[in-house]
């Protein structure tokens, strides 16, 4: 079995599914003749042609707008947004355009697409090639979010992420983009939406993380797990659909849950997550659900070791969780 | 209001009519308004692009889109439907575009062209009902009125921000021409739009792609409040064709034969790979902008007057008389129908079920429903049980 990385497996999906199926295109600023600045698209135009893969000009509510239309029209449209943080001039067209087209139609006409885009910080990117927007995009109905960590799930998600009838934010973790390297099958590879995975099994607390954060939520739980307390760790991989069923039967198990990510505290998508798990766990509680995120400032340049919640900070809050 | 009082003085200077652009200047020369019907009424044969009959019908579909605006308009104040937005005026750009292109083609709506809708076969009581938001409104009640989509005629869903339609016009006309097909799609805005960043963004996309897009400004010389030398320095929208690398014309847009004509330039442009057109039709919002604006706030009686005059159905009525096909008599014999028409879909329109089903609130959100929307039915249920209030507005 090969071994990739993200972008390897982001690039290997795109490929299977454009041979699989002729109404998929790729669309974005420098994603055809150079295949993108990360390389996700890299060998597309040469083997799908110009009509297929295509360089747009350089304007987001463009890239969107016209794979809005192209989506109306039957095809299966993959734009890609080049970094998360330029997503903001298309968020009229998503917003008010991809995510309510179903419904503002009476479900006459639909748009689904995969926006794919790289979020995240730790590359030494600042403010404007760092940040990770994705509750903007669960708090508006009609859209789907999802967030692979590894490759495997990276092609898989991707996969069914095409396959999906709803529109799809695809947020790609660029941080572990070449530095999460697994082995991923040749040949078809799916990963439903909506699943999350257990990937440490624990019985002391549930540790709740997605896409890059998921790396530093696993380091925190070895750590812990050399001091003897046993974290469940749960990857989310789609934020809506949420797996509410595995986060319930985990904290109802643990009693304790800490969700990590790295968009700022307030408003952020662990605020839901905890809400969710007050509501139905409350009676299993032993601790208060607690969150480790970024802060609520834009995204630093130089201190953003300290604004992230790497592992030692994970860990802090799963000790003082735990000995609540 | 000193910019306002400028342009006031321009107009005056050289005589211009109020509403148009501040008097022909070298871009109003190099894109001339295009008219084919006189003001006699007479036609060069060789400019007219719709025959004898369809001249005919395109009069009675304009008829019946100045009822229903009038009638609808009515209604609102009636407070039988919430709000109205149409086309009053601007009659011959909305019809003789529609016409233009072919049955195939797409149609991108901004929000006044429900004659659009009609013409494609939307039902007219179907049109009343989502006015209404009740049981029969194709819509299901997701949108306020005048937000139609008609897909069984490729009109798609019209929404309220301004110019989002453009880019995903010229998507559809993209991948059209990727799989082969001969359709061409035609978008419409206002004059207002073109200071929206997508149009801007459609335009660029669709130049450097020579994408088979037809993007029809409805100049109807006021966004609400703001005139159109208020939205742009540019003498002409046509001109703004030049910087995109893409084909403008300028038209009379209360003149059904010219935007017709110029319609259909454009699409056989488009259809042999020769790109987009931007299609200027200079016409009037005679009305407010909607049922919530009173226009008498910002703009004198003496240049709605000016524009009455110049009304698009007169225009087109005209020309008939003089071909000999509609006299008088006849336009009387339409106008009683088409008022029939309407007192009709009114009518059975208002026999729907006041408000589509309670499921309908959670109906295509996404394909299925997530846990989350069938959760908040069944919590919405509860709630109109155990006290009715919950369903009524007070």
């Given at each position: 079995m090969p071994t990739m990385n993200i972008i390897q497996a982001v690039n290997d999906a795109l490929k299977l599914e454009m041979r699989r199926d002729r109404d998929v295109v790729v669309l974005g600023e420098d994603v055809g003749k150079f295949g993108g600045v990360f390389r996700a698209s890299q060998g597309l135009q040469e083997e799908f042609g110009k009509d297929r893969v295509i360089d747009t000009p350089l304007a987001e509510s463009g890239v969107i707008g016209t794979a809005l239309g192209m989506a109306l029209y039957g095809l299966k449209p993959v734009p890609e947004i080049q970094f998360a943080d330029f997503i903001f001039p298309a968020m009229d067209q998503i917003l008010s355009e991809v995510a309510k087209y179903r419904y503002r139609s009476g479900g006459q006409y639909a748009c689904p697409m995969v926006i794919r885009t790289p979020y995240g910080g730790g590359i030494r990117g600042g403010h404007y090639h760092s940040q990770s927007p994705e509750a903007h995009f669960i708090h508006t109905a009609g859209l789907k979010v999802v967030v692979p960590s590894n490759p495997f799930d990276a092609k898989g998600l991707l996969t069914s992420a095409i396959r999906d009838p709803d529109p799809v934010l695809f947020f790609e973790p660029k941080r572990v983009y070449r530095a999460a390297k697994g082995e991923v099958p040749e040949g078809e590879v799916v990963v439903p939406i909506g699943k999350a995975k257990v990937t440490r099994e624990g019985r002391h607390v549930t540790v709740i993380a997605w896409g890059a954060m998921w790396h530093e939520a696993d380091q925190a739980a070895k750590e812990a797990a050399a001091m003897g307390i046993e974290a469940e760790l749960l990857d989310?991989?789609?934020?809506?659909?949420?797996d509410i069923d595995a986060i319930t039967e985990s904290v109802r198990k643990t009693g304790r849950a800490v969700i990590v990510h790295e968009?700022?505290?307030?408003?952020?998508f662990g605020a839901e997550i905890s809400a969710l798990v007050q509501e139905r766990c409350f009676l299993h509680l032993e601790a208060p659900v607690t969150r480790v995120t970024g802060f609520d400032t834009p995204f630093p340049y130089t201190l953003e070791s300290e604004y992230l919640p790497r592992a030692p900070r994970i860990l802090k809050a799963i000790r003082e969780v735990v000995a609540f | 209001m000193r910019r306002v009082r400028d342009i006031e003085e321009a107009r005056k200077r050289k005589g211009s009519l109020p509403g148009g652009s501040p008097g022909a200047g070298r871009w109003e020369r190099e894109f001339p308004l295009r008219a084919v019907i006189a003001d006699d009424g007479s036609a060069d044969p060789a400019e007219v692009t719709v025959s004898d009959e369809q001249a005919v019908d395109l009069y009675r579909w304009m008829l019946l889109s100045r009822e229903m605006d009038e009638r609808m308009v009515q209604l609102q104040r009636q407070g039988r439907i919430a709000f109205y937005i149409g086309a009053i005026g601007e009659e011959a750009t909305v019809l003789g575009t529609v016409a233009g292109v072919e049955e195939r083609d797409w149609l991108f709506p901004s929000y006044r062209e429900h004659a659009g809708a009609l013409f494609r076969g939307m039902p007219l009581v179907t049109f009343v009902c989502d006015l209404l938001g009740n049981a029969g409104d194709r819509m299901l009640g997701h949108q306020?009125?005048?937000h139609e989509a008609w897909a069984a005629g490729h009109f798609v869903s019209i929404s309220a921000p301004i110019a989002t339609q453009v880019p995903q016009a010229v998507g559809a006309a993209w991948a059209a021409r990727i799989r082969g097909d001969d359709m061409v799609a035609l978008t419409w805005f206002g004059e207002g739009a073109t200071s929206a960043n997508d149009f801007h963004t459609g335009a660029n996309f669709a130049g450097v792609h020579k994408v088979p897009v037809i993007m029809a400004c409805r100049n109807n010389g006021w966004a609400i409040s703001v005139p159109r030398e208020l939205q742009t320095?540019?003498?002409?929208?046509?001109?703004?064709a030049i910087a995109y690398g893409i084909h403008g014309e300028r038209v009379d847009g209360n003149d059904l034969l010219a935007v017709h004509a110029a319609t259909r330039r454009a699409r056989v442009r488009a259809a042999a790979g020769q790109g987009p057109t931007l299609l200027e039709c200079v016409t009037y919002?005679?009305?407010?902008?909607?049922?919530?604006?009173?226009p008498r706030a910002y703009r004198g009686a003496d240049e709605v007057e000016a524009w009455r005059a110049r009304d698009p159905i007169l225009r087109l009525a005209r020309y008939l008389a003089w071909k000999k096909l509609v006299g008088p008599k006849e336009t009387d014999a339409f106008r009683a129908e088409v008022r029939e028409r309407v007192r009709r879909a009114v009518e059975e329109a208002e026999a729907f079920a006041p408000k589509p089903a309670l499921e309908t609130l959670f109906e295509g959100v996404y394909a299925e429903p997530l846990w989350q929307q069938r959760e908040q039915l069944e919590e919405l249920r509860a709630a109109v049980a155990s006290d009715p209030r919950t369903a009524s507005p007070r």
């Amino acid at each position: 079995m090969p071994t990739m990385n993200i972008i390897q497996a982001v690039n290997d999906a795109l490929k299977l599914e454009m041979r699989r199926d002729r109404d998929v295109v790729v669309l974005g600023e420098d994603v055809g003749k150079f295949g993108g600045v990360f390389r996700a698209s890299q060998g597309l135009q040469e083997e799908f042609g110009k009509d297929r893969v295509i360089d747009t000009p350089l304007a987001e509510s463009g890239v969107i707008g016209t794979a809005l239309g192209m989506a109306l029209y039957g095809l299966k449209p993959v734009p890609e947004i080049q970094f998360a943080d330029f997503i903001f001039p298309a968020m009229d067209q998503i917003l008010s355009e991809v995510a309510k087209y179903r419904y503002r139609s009476g479900g006459q006409y639909a748009c689904p697409m995969v926006i794919r885009t790289p979020y995240g910080g730790g590359i030494r990117g600042g403010h404007y090639h760092s940040q990770s927007p994705e509750a903007h995009f669960i708090h508006t109905a009609g859209l789907k979010v999802v967030v692979p960590s590894n490759p495997f799930d990276a092609k898989g998600l991707l996969t069914s992420a095409i396959r999906d009838p709803d529109p799809v934010l695809f947020f790609e973790p660029k941080r572990v983009y070449r530095a999460a390297k697994g082995e991923v099958p040749e040949g078809e590879v799916v990963v439903p939406i909506g699943k999350a995975k257990v990937t440490r099994e624990g019985r002391h607390v549930t540790v709740i993380a997605w896409g890059a954060m998921w790396h530093e939520a696993d380091q925190a739980a070895k750590e812990a797990a050399a001091m003897g307390i046993e974290a469940e760790l749960l990857d989310l991989r789609s934020l809506q659909p949420l797996d509410i069923d595995a986060i319930t039967e985990s904290v109802r198990k643990t009693g304790r849950a800490v969700i990590v990510h790295e968009a700022p505290r307030t408003c952020g998508f662990g605020a839901e997550i905890s809400a969710l798990v007050q509501e139905r766990c409350f009676l299993h509680l032993e601790a208060p659900v607690t969150r480790v995120t970024g802060f609520d400032t834009p995204f630093p340049y130089t201190l953003e070791s300290e604004y992230l919640p790497r592992a030692p900070r994970i860990l802090k809050a799963i000790r003082e969780v735990v000995a609540f | 209001m000193r910019r306002v009082r400028d342009i006031e003085e321009a107009r005056k200077r050289k005589g211009s009519l109020p509403g148009g652009s501040p008097g022909a200047g070298r871009w109003e020369r190099e894109f001339p308004l295009r008219a084919v019907i006189a003001d006699d009424g007479s036609a060069d044969p060789a400019e007219v692009t719709v025959s004898d009959e369809q001249a005919v019908d395109l009069y009675r579909w304009m008829l019946l889109s100045r009822e229903m605006d009038e009638r609808m308009v009515q209604l609102q104040r009636q407070g039988r439907i919430a709000f109205y937005i149409g086309a009053i005026g601007e009659e011959a750009t909305v019809l003789g575009t529609v016409a233009g292109v072919e049955e195939r083609d797409w149609l991108f709506p901004s929000y006044r062209e429900h004659a659009g809708a009609l013409f494609r076969g939307m039902p007219l009581v179907t049109f009343v009902c989502d006015l209404l938001g009740n049981a029969g409104d194709r819509m299901l009640g997701h949108q306020m009125p005048c937000h139609e989509a008609w897909a069984a005629g490729h009109f798609v869903s019209i929404s309220a921000p301004i110019a989002t339609q453009v880019p995903q016009a010229v998507g559809a006309a993209w991948a059209a021409r990727i799989r082969g097909d001969d359709m061409v799609a035609l978008t419409w805005f206002g004059e207002g739009a073109t200071s929206a960043n997508d149009f801007h963004t459609g335009a660029n996309f669709a130049g450097v792609h020579k994408v088979p897009v037809i993007m029809a400004c409805r100049n109807n010389g006021w966004a609400i409040s703001v005139p159109r030398e208020l939205q742009t320095a540019s003498e002409t929208i046509a001109q703004k064709a030049i910087a995109y690398g893409i084909h403008g014309e300028r038209v009379d847009g209360n003149d059904l034969l010219a935007v017709h004509a110029a319609t259909r330039r454009a699409r056989v442009r488009a259809a042999a790979g020769q790109g987009p057109t931007l299609l200027e039709c200079v016409t009037y919002r005679v009305e407010g902008h909607s049922t919530s604006d009173d226009p008498r706030a910002y703009r004198g009686a003496d240049e709605v007057e000016a524009w009455r005059a110049r009304d698009p159905i007169l225009r087109l009525a005209r020309y008939l008389a003089w071909k000999k096909l509609v006299g008088p008599k006849e336009t009387d014999a339409f106008r009683a129908e088409v008022r029939e028409r309407v007192r009709r879909a009114v009518e059975e329109a208002e026999a729907f079920a006041p408000k589509p089903a309670l499921e309908t609130l959670f109906e295509g959100v996404y394909a299925e429903p997530l846990w989350q929307q069938r959760e908040q039915l069944e919590e919405l249920r509860a709630a109109v049980a155990s006290d009715p209030r919950t369903a009524s507005p007070r």
